[in-house]
């Protein structure tokens, strides 16, 4: 079954809608539809033949200039670190291909009162960077291309907890407080948010800042931290 539920995640929904089906297959036809009428427990966990919400990509190019004012890097140096991330984590098996991605969907998902617990079908983002030069350029100055695709974001701008004070405030504040539209632009938002995240981590690996940028927020040295009251 295909479900369209708007605005909503729509998880309730798409169960109720099951229900009411299978008791109607039960009724006309004389079988058993238990399991239509009570569906598995496929929700809040990666299943890839089963992908449900939103198929969202983000995407950017940033110049040598830019890379090298901000991110202290070049556009070779981050494209080969994302390249051999992306190599090595298809050696193990993996099927999601970035850097941080969850980071940004964690928190995310924590400020507009989506349920946090469907993160763990949503955590297959793929990122992919190209070296380009731009249609134009007489300089042939090499830029960035960079590009997030999340295939599953299970997100809503009316009902659950998006109806609180708190979360409606924080939704009207990038326009997905409801409205036809408004969960799609929500996704369109994360999708962003994870796209900065990743460039973000990945030029500070490429700057060699990472480690110490850790370093000095004193989250690795004992010594560093407060006291405990």
């Known amino acids: 079954m295909v479900f369209n539920t708007g605005e909503a995640m729509g998880s309730n929904m798409s169960s109720n809608a099951s229900f009411v089906v299978g008791k109607l297959v039960e009724s006309k036809c004389g079988v058993s539809a238990r399991f239509l009428a009570n569906p598995f427990p496929e929700d809040k966990k990666n299943t890839p033949l089963s992908r449900k919400g939103k198929k969202v990509i983000a995407k950017t190019m940033l110049t040598a200039e830019v890379l090298k004012t901000i991110g202290r890097t070049t556009p070779e140096a981050m494209h080969t670190y994302l390249m051999q991330s992306s190599d090595m984590q298809a050696l193990q098996s993996g099927s999601s291909h970035n850097i941080h991605a969850l980071n940004a969907l964690a928190a995310l998902y924590l400020a507009f009162g989506q349920d946090p617990a469907y993160l763990g079908e ?91 940028a850790h370093n000095a927020m004193g989250r690795n040295d004992p010594r560093a931290r407060p006291p405990l009251c």
Not at 167 to 181: I, S
């Open 122 to 212: 949503c955590s297959q983002s793929i990122v992919v960077s190209s070296k380009v030069i731009p249609p134009g350029d007489a300089v042939k100055t090499t830029c960035l291309e960079l590009t997030v695709t999340i295939p599953s974001l299970i997100i809503g701008t009316v009902g659950g907890g998006t109806g609180l004070p708190a979360f409606k405030h924080n939704l009207a504040m990038v326009g997905c407080a409801g409205g036809e539209g408004s969960a799609k632009r929500l996704a369109e938002v994360m999708a962003v948010v994870v796209l900065a995240g990743e460039l973000s981590c990945c030029s500070a690996h490429c700057a060699e800042e990472f480690v110490r």
